[in-house]
């Protein structure tokens, strides 16, 4: 299922269901700019359900959450640790320098949405 709602908008509908693939033609085909994210990954034929804690997170088939807030804040769980190193890396090599490794003892978030 794919509902985008008026992405020509500052704020569009709230997006649902999308796939990778749509997702990348949204972005590739015009100029957006990211005041707030909420994204949820999950494989191909999941059960498909927002996890708002982390336990949820923990227990789901979500593999990756990405949570972007004030355009500059930018939080990323993964559950494939070799996939988050390599991200870990390659925005390291981008030039960012404020990247740290989330923790249980340097967490302070208490959901896993931006709004």
């Not at 796939?19 to 033609?25: F, S």
């Not at 390599?86 to 490794?101: R, V």
Request: charged share 25%; with cysteine.
């Amino acid at each position: 299922m794919t509902s985008y709602g008026m992405l020509s908008g500052l704020f569009p509908d709230m997006v649902i269901g999308m796939n990778g693939e749509d997702l990348k033609k949204i972005i590739e085909n015009d100029k957006y700019y990211l005041i707030f994210a909420n994204l949820k990954a999950y494989p191909k034929g999941s059960n498909i359900k927002d996890v708002i804690s982390y336990d949820e997170y923990l227990s789901s088939e979500c593999q990756i959450v990405l949570l972007v807030i004030d355009s500059v804040y930018i939080t990323v769980y993964c559950k494939d640790l070799e996939k988050l190193e390599d991200l870990y890396n390659h925005i390291k090599k981008q030039g960012f320098e404020s990247l740290e490794y989330i923790t249980d003892e340097n967490d302070t978030r208490t959901g896993l949405s931006v709004w």
